[in-house]
């Protein structure tokens, strides 16, 4: 298929908070390739002229998917906006975003706001006129429910991170005098995100990822995964809505009693599937999709080229590996090492897994070299050895990016089961089965190795969960915002300097600089200088 996003206003400039745009999209007849966002431009059709038939609303639809793969948000920078975290560091002094030294003029935080708001306008396009065609009514459903969860996602990443924004519902008439609009409460942002997710979850029942065959498209499942952890946010801070704990299991429970979806039961094999362009419709309830080695197209990733296991042979697949792995994540697997020179054997396969210790060496022919320091190790969860489509680029990656597992389901049933009830049967079933799969053990059954320890207390089951998260989700972005909701990105990103400080190699002073940096102004981004040269009813977040 091909689609391109096209400027509305003549002189776009990056600056209009609506990111004013309107696209054409031509699309070739779809076959049965997995990638179905494959996209070439061909010509302009302004708005007004388009939406004439069935084709045209897929089309644009296909618009309000694309901003998600592109280098602003999964492509690139939301990736690395989320690296700093105690799971993990930064490896280099830039850039400086990284490390919470940065303005609001940050080129990668106005990018990330604007390709959200490029998606909110292609999905308002789009609903606006979702009943202008004659077309079958199923195809119409199908449509508008992917339309109105794909706007309530992109306003979940705005709310959640820059909290209070403008709610723009309607497509913005070019010329119009309306680019001043003032934020609106983050309450009411997510409960227009509710709104949407919910009308999609009626429209999208017949839609699954069993009878679609892979996981780009929103399903069912991937909104009710979706709703629940929007629910979960809106328990935590800032909104404290400690009843959403309750709306989140509802749920939860839906994805788990449709079935469709089950624990991988190889760790390893999950990122290797995404890496080798291949499905797991058990597991993967939701991936953004990355496609081909063109320098050119906006549908490549870069999962595996900033972030896995140091490389410069090309074949094998260059990777820069810029994050490291923290002291505080490594030994959380249950390593009971006294220096990061004798790290232990780890009966958690996820550790060796997600910590490598190895690097291709530094030659353009990858000989592969051990390392015994953990703080050299690279983020090994995107592994580029396993790529399949040749010859690899230099710069892109194909490999797919989770956005939502089946086990962030489980874990999010164990910790709103928690909350609600304190550490029940459930909850320690849902984690358990989490665990028993990353130590390589039959899920349903229990293990006195991997399981959780019995008898906990309502705070320290939490704290269990609060951990085993990052083991199992260490560089797939929802760390800094779980440490957000939960009140500890500062605390938990400050304390990793004192193991870095002893602990880190010579040469590498770069660890410890988001533990400095970090400070409670970055539980929100800043709002983009730009946007409000151009929205004068535009507020600054506070501390920027």
């Given at each position: 298929?091909?689609?391109?996003?096209?400027?509305?206003e003549?002189?776009?400039?990056m600056?209009?908070?609506?990111?004013?745009?309107?696209?054409?999209?031509?699309?070739?007849s779809q076959?049965?390739?997995?990638?179905?966002?494959?996209?070439t431009?061909?010509?302009?059709?302004?708005?007004?002229?388009?939406?004439?038939?069935?084709?045209?609303?897929?089309?644009?639809?296909?618009?309000?998917?694309?901003g998600?793969?592109?280098?602003?948000?999964?492509?690139?920078n939301?990736?690395?906006l989320?690296?700093?975290?105690?799971?993990?560091?930064?490896?280099?002094?830039?850039?400086?975003?990284?490390?919470?030294?940065?303005?609001?003029?940050?080129?990668?935080?106005?990018?990330?706001?604007?390709?959200?708001?490029?998606?909110?306008?292609?999905?308002?396009?789009?609903?606006a006129?979702?009943?202008?065609?004659?077309?079958?009514?199923?195809?119409?459903?199908l449509?508008?429910?992917?339309?109105?969860?794909?706007?309530?996602?992109?306003?979940?990443?705005?709310?959640?991170?820059?909290?209070?924004?403008?709610?723009?519902?309607?497509?913005?008439v070019?010329?119009?005098?309306n680019?001043?609009?003032?934020?609106?409460?983050?309450?009411l942002v997510?409960?227009q995100?509710?709104?949407?997710?919910?009308?999609a979850?009626?429209?999208?029942?017949?839609?699954?990822?069993?009878?679609?065959?892979?996981?780009?498209?929103?399903?069912?499942?991937?909104?009710?995964?979706?709703?629940?952890?929007?629910?979960?946010?809106?328990?935590?801070?800032?909104?404290?809505?400690?009843s959403?704990y309750?709306?989140?299991l509802?749920?939860?429970?839906?994805?788990?009693?449709?079935?469709?979806?089950?624990l991988?039961?190889?760790y390893?094999?999950?990122?290797?599937?995404?890496?080798?362009?291949?499905?797991?419709?058990n597991?993967?309830?939701?991936?953004?999709?990355?496609?081909?080695?063109?320098?050119?197209?906006?549908?490549?990733?870069?999962?595996?080229?900033f972030y896995?296991?140091?490389?410069?042979?090309?074949?094998?697949?260059?990777?820069y590996s810029q994050?490291?792995?923290s002291?505080?994540?490594?030994?959380?697997?249950?390593?009971?090492?006294?220096?990061?020179?004798?790290?232990?054997?780890?009966?958690?396969?996820?550790?060796?897994?997600?910590?490598a210790?190895?690097?291709?060496?530094?030659?353009?022919?990858?000989?592969?070299?051990?390392l015994?320091?953990?703080?050299?190790?690279?983020?090994g969860?995107?592994?580029?050895?396993?790529e399949?489509?040749?010859?690899?680029?230099?710069n892109?990656?194909?490999?797919?990016?989770p956005v939502l597992?089946?086990?962030?389901?489980?874990?999010?049933?164990?910790?709103?089961?928690?909350?609600?009830?304190?550490?029940?049967?459930?909850?320690y079933?849902?984690?358990?089965?989490?665990?028993?799969?990353?130590?390589?053990?039959?899920?349903?059954?229990a293990?006195?190795?991997?399981?959780?320890?019995v008898?906990?207390?309502?705070?320290?089951?939490?704290?269990?969960?609060?951990?085993?998260?990052?083991?199992?989700?260490?560089?797939?972005t929802?760390?800094?915002?779980?440490?957000?909701?939960?009140?500890?990105?500062?605390?938990?990103?400050q304390?990793l300097?004192?193991d870095?400080s002893v602990?880190?190699?010579?040469?590498?002073t770069?660890?410890?600089l988001?533990?400095?940096?970090?400070?409670?102004?970055?539980t929100?981004?800043p709002?983009?200088?730009?946007?409000?040269?151009?929205?004068?009813?535009l507020?600054?977040?506070?501390?920027w």
């Amino acid at each position: 298929m091909y689609l391109i996003l096209i400027e509305k206003e003549k002189h776009f400039r990056m600056k209009n908070l609506f990111g004013i745009i309107f696209l054409l999209i031509i699309v070739g007849s779809q076959t049965a390739c997995k990638k179905f966002l494959e996209t070439t431009p061909t010509a302009f059709i302004a708005p007004q002229n388009y939406y004439n038939n069935a084709t045209d609303l897929q089309n644009g639809l296909n618009s309000v998917y694309t901003g998600l793969s592109s280098s602003a948000i999964y492509g690139t920078n939301w990736l690395r906006l989320n690296w700093s975290t105690d799971e993990m560091c930064n490896r280099n002094s830039t850039p400086n975003y990284l490390n919470y030294f940065y303005t609001s003029s940050e080129p990668a935080i106005y990018s990330f706001w604007q390709t959200a708001y490029q998606g909110i306008s292609n999905a308002n396009y789009l609903i606006a006129n979702i009943n202008k065609p004659v077309m079958d009514e199923n195809a119409r459903s199908l449509i508008l429910g992917q339309a109105l969860f794909l706007r309530g996602y992109y306003y979940f990443l705005l709310v959640s991170n820059f909290g209070d924004v403008p709610l723009i519902l309607n497509p913005v008439v070019d010329g119009s005098n309306n680019l001043n609009v003032s934020k609106s409460p983050k309450a009411l942002v997510y409960e227009q995100i509710l709104a949407d997710m919910k009308m999609a979850d009626d429209l999208l029942q017949n839609q699954t990822v069993k009878s679609l065959g892979y996981s780009g498209k929103i399903t069912k499942t991937a909104v009710e995964g979706i709703l629940a952890r929007v629910c979960m946010y809106m328990a935590g801070h800032p909104i404290m809505d400690v009843s959403k704990y309750n709306d989140a299991l509802f749920y939860i429970n839906k994805v788990i009693a449709d079935g469709e979806h089950s624990l991988n039961p190889r760790y390893s094999q999950i990122f290797i599937n995404y890496a080798a362009d291949k499905y797991d419709t058990n597991e993967s309830i939701w991936e953004i999709e990355f496609t081909g080695t063109s320098y050119l197209t906006s549908q490549e990733g870069q999962i595996g080229v900033f972030y896995g296991i140091a490389c410069n042979d090309i074949n094998i697949g260059l990777c820069y590996s810029q994050a490291v792995p923290s002291g505080k994540l490594f030994r959380s697997y249950g390593v009971d090492a006294t220096s990061v020179l004798t790290p232990k054997a780890c009966l958690d396969t996820r550790r060796d897994w997600n910590c490598a210790n190895y690097s291709w060496g530094t030659g353009t022919t990858g000989v592969k070299t051990t390392l015994t320091n953990y703080f050299q190790y690279g983020m090994g969860k995107f592994r580029r050895e396993y790529e399949v489509i040749m010859p690899k680029n230099k710069n892109y990656s194909p490999a797919n990016f989770p956005v939502l597992r089946y086990a962030d389901i489980l874990l999010m049933q164990a910790e709103a089961e928690n909350e609600l009830n304190g550490p029940t049967a459930i909850a320690y079933n849902a984690i358990n089965q989490v665990r028993r799969r990353g130590f390589g053990f039959p899920l349903n059954t229990a293990n006195v190795i991997s399981d959780v320890p019995v008898g906990l207390s309502k705070v320290d089951f939490r704290s269990f969960i609060q951990d085993e998260r990052a083991r199992e989700f260490c560089g797939e972005t929802l760390r800094r915002l779980d440490l957000i909701r939960w009140g500890l990105l500062i605390n938990n990103v400050q304390g990793l300097l004192p193991d870095i400080s002893v602990n880190y190699p010579s040469g590498v002073t770069s660890l410890g600089l988001a533990s400095k940096y970090v400070s409670q102004k970055d539980t929100l981004f800043p709002i983009p200088s730009t946007e409000m040269s151009v929205n004068k009813l535009l507020v600054q977040n506070g501390g920027w």
